[in-house]
Nanobody, 119 residues
Framework: QVQLVESGGGLVQPGGSLRLSCAAS????????MAWYRQAPGKQRELVAT???????NYADSVKGRFTISRDNAKNTVSLQMNSLKSEDTAVYFC?????????????WGQGTQVTVSS
């Protein structure tokens, strides 16, 4: 079991930056992958960025070059640095963790944090 708590959301003007953090209730060292998803009103939840236990990252095309995902195993946190924000980045952002134990896959979600990009 892993509990995830996101923080760092808020209101920012277009072109601005925000840094989201996701705190895990236990060590993330053995968590296979962690990710950030987002869901805008009336739209499906979409994958934003992932980072594996080995540090490999992947990004949605819409955020490449603007967002950076990172993990701090010592602090049990995963962060999402968001730069050059656009109005279309407005959404609730969710932290996700994937564990694989003895072949069983577990998926865990945080409660989400609102990001609003508006002038």
């Amino acid at each position: 079991q892993v509990q995830l708590v996101e923080s760092g959301g808020g209101l920012v003007q277009p072109g601005g930056s925000l840094r989201l953090s996701c705190a895990a209730s236990r060590s993330i060292f053995s968590i296979n992958a962690m990710a950030w998803y987002r869901q805008a009103p009336g739209k499906q939840r979409e994958l934003v960025a992932t980072i594996t236990s080995g540090g490999t990252t992947n990004y949605a095309d819409s955020v490449k070059g603007r967002f950076t995902i990172s993990r701090d195993n010592a602090k049990n946190t995963v962060s999402l640095q968001m730069n050059s924000l656009k109005s279309e980045d407005t959404a609730v952002y969710f932290c996700n963790a994937i564990t694989v134990v003895s072949g069983a896959v577990g998926a865990y979600w945080g409660q989400g944090t609102q990001v609003t990009v508006s002038s």
